[in-house]
């Protein structure tokens, strides 16, 4: 059975830093892309960044975190990270974590994903 699991969310201050972390357990993705989306309260899931292994671990960044944000893998612990820096209010969301073990395309958008984990709250406050 696959299973992402998300942990390091909380509470921080507007200016503050998070890192995200996400274990994954039952394949390995290390072939595929890892990526993290986003959603606030009445707002559509979003994507926030993507690392894309069989592409040479290639990044990508929506552009409200880039230069903020940093995604990065442990293929060795079949894990993701998310190091969040400068954080704003508006970066207040319930954060996934999704993978997919293939080639896939169009990483910017939910559909490609095949395992999501359960979420992990980070709330900055002003």
């Known amino acids: 059975q696959v299973q992402l699991v998300e942990s390091g969310g909380g509470l921080v201050q507007a200016g503050g830093s998070l890192r995200l972390s996400c274990a994954a357990s039952?394949?390995?993705?290390?072939?595929?892309?890892m990526g993290w989306f986003r959603q606030a309260p009445g707002k559509e899931r979003e994507f926030v960044a993507v690392?894309?292994?069989?592409?040479?671990?290639?990044?990508y960044y929506a552009d409200s975190v880039k230069g903020r944000f940093t995604i990065s893998r442990d293929n060795a612990k079949n894990t993701v990270y998310l190091q969040m820096n400068r954080l704003k209010p508006e970066d207040t969301a319930v954060y996934y974590c999704?993978?997919?073990?293939?080639?896939?395309?169009?990483?910017?958008?939910?559909?490609?994903?095949?395992?999501w984990g359960q979420g992990t709250q980070v709330t900055v406050s002003s």
């Open positions: 039952g394949r390995t993705f290390s072939s595929g892309a």
């Open positions: 690392i894309i292994s069989w592409r040479g671990g290639i990044t």
């Open positions: 999704a993978a997919d073990p293939t080639r896939g395309t169009g990483y910017y958008t939910p559909r490609p994903y095949d395992y």
